[in-house]
């Protein structure tokens, strides 16, 4: 079955940076684009960045250009956030998002705290 794992959340000062994995499985990964997604306390889930299936042109929120990064190694089903630059607004659960046959896969999310 379809299966998104991530990790690397954690604490981190502002300004800090953290570096997210999602490991993937059950499906074609190097076939469909997936999309990091984020929902802090009170607020509603929001797209942060996508990644093509071939990797080419990434999308991001407004909220995190220029300081987040996303890639994909299609060799070990992996997709990485690279968040630089870190805010306390930037606190959330993370969470990885796939939809091989036209269903919605979530990962079980991640929590990132950024705090002083």
């Known amino acids: 079955q379809v299966q998104l794992v991530e990790s690397g959340g954690g604490l981190v000062q502002p300004g800090g940076s953290l570096r997210l994995s999602c490991a993937a499985s059950?499906?074609?990964?190097?076939?469909?684009?997936v999309s990091w997604y984020r929902q802090a306390p009170g607020k509603e889930r929001e797209m942060v960045a996508r990644?093509?299936?071939?990797?080419?042109?990434?999308t991001y929120a407004d909220s995190v250009k220029g300081r987040f990064t996303i890639s994909r190694n299609n060799a070990n089903n992996t997709v990485f956030l690279q968040m630089n630059s870190l805010k306390p607004e930037d606190t959330a659960v993370y969470y990885c998002?796939?939809?091989?046959?036209?269903?919605?896969?979530w990962g079980q999310g991640t929590q990132v705290t950024i705090s002083s």
């Open positions: 998002y796939a939809n091989p046959g036209m269903r919605n896969y």
């Open positions: 990644i093509s299936s071939a990797g080419r042109s990434p």
């Open positions: 059950g499906f074609t990964f190097s076939r469909f684009a």
